[in-house]
């Protein structure tokens, strides 16, 4: 069985898990030495320490006690499950919640005996059942920290035109669009009626709608790592991350901007997911720009701005954001 060791945050020496009975508790930190896939939503991380969340801890130490194998077939497993929009931790949350939700809608109805403006009828009841045990928000992950800090840097910049390509519509362009219009490129078809919002169903690996060193802004949030892996109905093309990136240098002007963020860590394609890239790969691949800026949200899930890609060589999953200029 690999080994796994649990680190309290507020100790500097490492302690095994099976010395703590051989269960993590929350406000631990969980390491494994293996080396597994990551897992969107509940990543493990086979370098760097982990931060997780008391719900990640639910479903940590089932995983603990398996044997390498087993534990890649874990992951596939869970993979194949989230592909299919099953997610056993969820149900098994709302499950533990039913009894909570039985007592609070009693409650309700006897308050609602007293008078109410709002009907309450069995068709009506809408069950949320896990809700209760969540955070706030998401005041981090890749999205949180890549959008704010190109959003960031476009405004500072406040560039005549900005281009787009495959990035969150309901997230970075949304951002944007408070201080200046989009154009939005993507090979799937949007519907929009959202003012300053302009949108070209276009395949980026070529780019046709634009001229040599035309644009000034571009942006692609994670996104490159998509390409040519047919998930979301592009063909497939094993250079699809290189034929986009070729295309984002070839419309770049002079003085331009180009923002682009990627998985980094150790280089491999989970197909038909994603790539992760190593940190230097889109510096070797855009050879005719320059890297103006980098920074990155590493596997625990701090944002590190302004570090070297090289810093990020032992990353399992990470994100890194690009700043290039011509």
């Given amino acids: 069985m690999r080994r796994w060791e649990a680190h309290r945050h507020i100790a500097a020496s490492a302690k095994p898990a099976w010395e703590v009975d051989r269960k993590p508790h929350v406000g631990m930190i969980i390491v494994w030495d293996g080396s597994p896939c990551e897992q969107e939503g509940n990543r493990l991380s086979s370098r760097p320490k982990l931060r997780l969340t008391p719900t990640q801890l639910q479903g940590t130490h089932a995983v603990a006690r398996l044997g390498p194998t087993m ?33 609070s ?3 309700y109805q006897a308050a609602y005996a007293s008078g109410d403006v709002f ?93 040599n060193e035309s644009l000034d802004s571009i942006s692609s949030l994670h996104a490159v790592e998509h390409f040519g892996l ?4 592009d063909r497939i093309d094993v250079r699809g991350w290189q034929k986009v990136l070729a295309s984002f240098q070839r419309v770049l002007k002079g003085g331009g901007r180009l923002y682009v963020s990627v998985p980094i860590g150790r280089e491999r394609v989970c197909f038909n997911a994603h790539r992760v890239f190593a940190p230097t790969r889109l510096i070797e691949a855009l050879g005719e720009l320059r890297l103006v800026s980098f920074a990155a949200v590493e596997d625990s899930g701090a944002f590190l701005d302004n570090v070297s890609p090289d810093d990020m060589a032992k990353q399992e999953f990470a994100c890194g954001l690009y700043e290039f200029t011509r």
């Fill in 230 to 233: 047919g998930r979301y109905g």
């Fill in 71 to 103: 534990s890649r077939f874990h992951h596939l497993l869970s993979r194949v499950r989230s592909g299919f929009g099953l997610d056993a931790m969820t149900a098994a949350r709302s499950i533990f919640g039913l009894p909570r939700f039985l007592r």
């Fill in 105 to 107: 809608l009693a409650e």
């Fill in 119 to 211: 009907p309450l009828g069995l068709s009506e009841l809408f069950p949320v059942l896990a809700d209760f045990r969540a955070d706030a928000g998401q005041a981090g992950g890749h999205y949180f920290f890549q959008d704010l800090w190109a959003a960031r840097k476009i405004y500072e910049r406040r560039p005549h035109r900005h281009v787009d390509v495959g990035s969150r519509i309901d997230g970075f362009v949304s951002h944007l669009l408070v201080f200046m219009p989009v154009t939005v490129l993507d090979i799937r078809p949007l519907s929009s009626g959202v003012r300053g919002l302009e949108f070209v169903r276009e395949d980026a690996t070529a780019l046709r709608a634009f001229e």
